[in-house]
């Protein structure tokens, strides 16, 4: 969890039993947060208009199948035992059955997580790789052409409802000029040609050594990952450079400054150097962010992540996948926060 | 002689009194200080065009029947599909022959109808917690504070989501999905703002009148928490503005025939390939009202929080 | 700077690296590629599966003891799995005989201890489907007497009645009547589930293709079967991807990344028709879309009334209109295909005839009526023609649009004035449509026959129910049409359904593909004689 130090005066300062006492304070909220949210998670199931018997036995089922498999769920018991219930299942990886799909919640998000996964990741790579020079830019050049430009960049890309741009994209690059892959991962031919390792179609056909899937994979992900970039690129661009800005006001940048150093040293070496450990934070947030967002990008692309997943699961009254999904996308939320927290505990001085 | 000393005062313009160094009372310093934040304001041409669109969307939204050529719902099937500008219907009209600009005049009180309920509700539950949790410390801090960190650490749009699917699909039951996943941001600023106030010196004098903790909060805590609010909201309502249209797309918000924009979007979808007006003009819409929006909330952020002000 | 520039350089290369990709992808061929919604596949289990795109997989997976031919869909059942048999002197007893010399996708030979467990466990199993098994008196209890093993390729069924043998054949052409391989499914049995749990995500069949996988709610793959008993397909590999919307459907086909596009909406089929790499294949399908008028309300009891709004309506208008290419009128209950159907459309719109009419049953002055519809595109805009139409003759029509499910209840219950409904037949035997159009022997609301659609209109009709039961065990096959000519020539002038369309599937299809039958009214799609 901790990677190796690049600020210069990092961790190792730290007392040991500040430390531990950190971690076990750590580990306490990331329980009660998680508890927390299978709680609430576990609430909306409950008052869910639909009778999750009903929706195991069938309408025609008699009033004795009908009471078998009400106390089987146990929903005779109190609603505290049942939460107990609930808890346990998750602890052993069991949501349930999909009414949608016949089999188990668990199976069904290990087969859509990679693909969301995917997504989300190559958005937050370009959107890191165009939005971080573009606010130490911003910053440097402040109030030049540039830092405007920046600005309503990111200001149109914090506006844009994303299922609209998306369709429009498709219709645009996929539809009239071709440039880019259609709906879904791959064209449709492609699929399950590449033996399943991680579930991410770049990373499987790269071990394959199938260049063709390859490419075609990337053409297929260009647009989807490219409109998520946007997004974190708005936001990081934003961050990146209001952290910079804040830096270069610093006195030691000044004493750089007049030592003689290079001003792309002066700026990359010293203020960025203390971006850095705030910026990670920032680009877990927006990692999260577009797992998130992914919900009505896949709608548009077809692409059969997580998001599309709780969609149509949402749509059909799918209850158990709809609590599974949330249930995951809401850990691996609270574990980025976590992790951005923890972060920014153990480099921030301020924090600390 | 003394009538002279004071003729030149009464002579101040309403500019001069509102940007005078020397207030003569706590009123004329507030809204000197306002005054002097519309001036900055004022100043910033992107800031203006937002407000300016805003103010546009509202006049549309009161006087949509006078407005909108026709009525969003009136059908006619044999002009279905119409191109923009054909047979009368500027932005053209939709797979049942209605008109697209007059659903799009009405489908602004939806919107502002769902970002000012949203922008009402959320702070004021943010408002309630934070200030209580703050103020009142101990326990009750700690329970709510973990509240609301997990209701900020869920997935706002799936919790969204979850929450319209228990409650129903519908434009109430879609603000108060937003309402429930849009608070705990506030909460975690009224809380900030209470801190920095409760041990203020004016906090004790009012204390050992006897004033009680709901007068204190109701009273003194809460319109000292208003302004960091309001300018959170006002950045906020883009996003807001943008949940409530996904909804709306999935076809868990407005529900049909009503001219919710992203319901638009979604119906329009269909026809994209060759009738690509009737879902791209709602597109259009939301985008320029969420622009406005974080135009004008990037703009009051400059003015009224210089601290974290971009110039 | 210069760290920007190279990235810049970089991602501009990655983007030119990836659109290099041809622009016009086309699909191998020897492979299939389909876009079709399938997320109404929910098991693959052929006792359990009763949905369109289920059907459709099931029928290339899995033989039947008696098939449809694409090549002539028109001929009716034919020898499949079962290569003759023979009906005993009462009526009662078909006994098969198995064609030898078909193997499973595993290896095993196909026996006739296959059938007798596939139609044994459908009727134990007792999903959904199982109905189409057991209106011949097929219980858990007698299964194994009345599904009896005779020898290693012959075995019999044993009705509980005399049925007519093509009544009995046509329902073992159905989905529910494939036959699986036992010693596949046995050894996947837990709890004794009949291998049920197994089979929803596996298959066990001698079809012309071999289940590859399916992944619910985006694909499923099938490969060819080397030792199809009629040859192997041409087509080595059949991928069908879910794809929801009819405009992405489009651009796929357009773009030359599928081979068919098998749910394209009305627009979409007009954006095709000009692109000469493309065509459209019309199917006749067995939906029939009516309107019913309750019998219980007083005004739409009398027999004038109810002919009398039979011709208010626009039929042609709405054919040619926003129905263009997609229904095709029908006035008869049977779908056109089907044994015994007739071809009479005795209906026009004629607003004088139907005032004459209305003044016949003395409401010269009109009437208040109430449409209740569910909320689908084409229902809703066949419910506003007839409110345009009936008003022309006086009636004052209000429409109320609910969901599927508050109107299906609503017409459950009986409470409905003018119910806008559509039907599609369960199994391929006239029997289906007869048997809740024409039968309603009980009209009391004690009797619930809620799945009886003339029960639901509260249409009392003796006579006509005895008429629907005898065409049900009438042996000869030509009688037996010319019995349901008859019903649906008396249903066409009494009934209160107004039945107006039958429903035309449109696929878009590449032009280089060969052979595509999608199943016509009464099966679903082969892709075995496709070529390309």
Known sequence: MVTQNTTGKGWLKLSIPSWISGCGSVIFTVLITMVGLLFVTFIIGRVMPIDPVLSIVGESASRATYEAAYQELGLDKPLLVQFFIFLRDIAQGNFGESLLTARPVSQDLLRVFPATMELATMGTIVGVLLGVPLGVIAAVKRGSWIDHIARVVALVGYSMPVFWIGLIGLLILYGKLGWVGGPGRLDIFYVDIIPRVTGMILVDSLLAGDMVVFRNAISHIVLPAGLLAYYSLAYISRMTRSFMLEQLDQEYIITARVKGLSESAVIWRHAFGNVKVPLVTVIALSYAALLEGSVLTETIFSWPGIGSYITTALLSADMNAVLGGTVVVGLVFVCLNIFSDLLYKFFDPRAR | MSMDTELPQKRLTLHEWLTTETPASRRQARVSAWYRSWLAFRSNPMAMFGLGILLALIFIALFAPLLAPQSPFTQDLGARLSPPGKGGYILGSDSLGRDILSRLIYGSRITLYIVSMVALMAPIVGLFVGTAAGYLGGWLDITLMRITDIFLAFPKLILALAFVSALGAGIENAVLAIVLTSWPPYARIARAETLTIRNADFIHAIKLQGAGALRIITRHIWPLCISSLVIRVTLDMAGIILTAAGLGFLGLGAQPPSPEWGAMISAGRKFILDHWWVATMPGLAIFIVSLAFNLLGDGLRDVLDPKKSSK | MNILRKLLFSMAAVALFATAHSVCAKTPDNMLVIANR????????????????????????????????????????????????????????????????????????????????????????????????????????????????????????????????????????????????????????????????????????????????????????????????????????????????????????????????????????????????????????????????????????????????????????????????????????????????????????????????????????????????????????????????????????????????????????????????????????????????????????????????????????PEMSKATLAAVQEGDRAKRAAMYQAIQRDHQQRAPFAIMFQKIEQTGQRSNVKGLNTGGAITAVSYWPITK
């Open chain 3, 38 to 461: 399938i997320d109404d596949i929910n098991t693959l289990d052929p006792a359990q599966s009763f949905e369109f795109a289920g059907s459709d997989l099931i029928r290339n997976v899995y033989g039947k003891l008696v098939n449809f031919d694409p090549a002539d869909l028109s001929k009716g059942y034919q020898p499949d799995l079962a290569e003759s048999w023979t009906v005993s002197e009462d009526g009662k007893t078909i006994t098969f005989k198995m064609r030898p010399g078909i193997k499973f996708h595993s290896g095993n030979p196909v026996m006739a201890k296959d059938a007798v467990f596939s139609l044994q466990r459908a009727v134990k199993l007792n999903k959904t489907p199982a109905f189409i098994l057991t209106q011949f008196g097929f219980t858990a209890d007698n299964a194994d007497k009345a599904i009896k093993l005779i020898d290693d390729m012959t075995f019999s069924i044993t009705t509980d009645k005399k049925y007519a043998t093509s009544f009995v054949l046509n329902c073992l052409t159905s989905t529910i009547g494939a036959i699986i391989d036992s010693e596949t499914v046995l050894a996947h049995v837990k709890d004794g589930d009949f291998g049920n749990d197994w089979l929803k995500t596996h298959s066990a069949g001698s079809g012309a293709y071999i289940l590859v996988n399916w992944k619910p709610n985006e694909s499923y793959t099938l490969k060819s079967n080397p030792d199809f008993y009629l040859g192997a397909p041409k087509m080595t590999k059949v991928i069908v991807r879910h794809i929801a919307e009819s405009a992405t459907q489009r651009l796929l086909l357009e773009k030359g990344d599928i081979d068919l596009a098998r749910n394209l909406n009305p627009q979409d089929i007009t954006g095709i028709k000009g692109n000469s790499d493309l065509s459209v294949y019309n199917d006749l399908r067995g939906r029939i879309m009516y309107i019913s008028m309750n019998q219980k309300d007083p005004n739409l009891a009398k027999p004038k009334v109810v002919e009398a709004l039979k011709y208010l309506i626009d039929y042609k208008g709405m054919q040619d209109s926003f129905l263009k290419g997609q229904y095709t009128i029908h006035q008869s209950f049977l779908p056109k295909t089907y044994l015994g159907e007739i071809d009479d459309t005795p209906y026009k719109f004629d607003v004088a005839k139907g005032k004459a009419l209305l003044k016949e049953a003395g409401l010269a002055d009109g009437f208040e009526l109430k449409i209740i519809v569910r909320e689908a595109q084409e229902r809703i805009e066949i419910a506003q023609s007839v409110q345009n139409t009936f008003s022309q003759a006086g009636i004052n029509v209000s429409i109320e649009v609910g969901t599927g499910k508050q109107t299906l209840a609503k017409y459950r219950a009986r409470e409905h004035q003018i119910y806008v409904g559509a039907w599609g037949p369960d199994y391929p035997d006239p029997n289906t449509n007869a048997g809740t159009f024409a039968y309603n022997p009980d009209n009391s609301d004690e009797a619930k026959a809620t799945g009886i659609l003339a029960w639901r209109n509260s249409w009392f009709i």
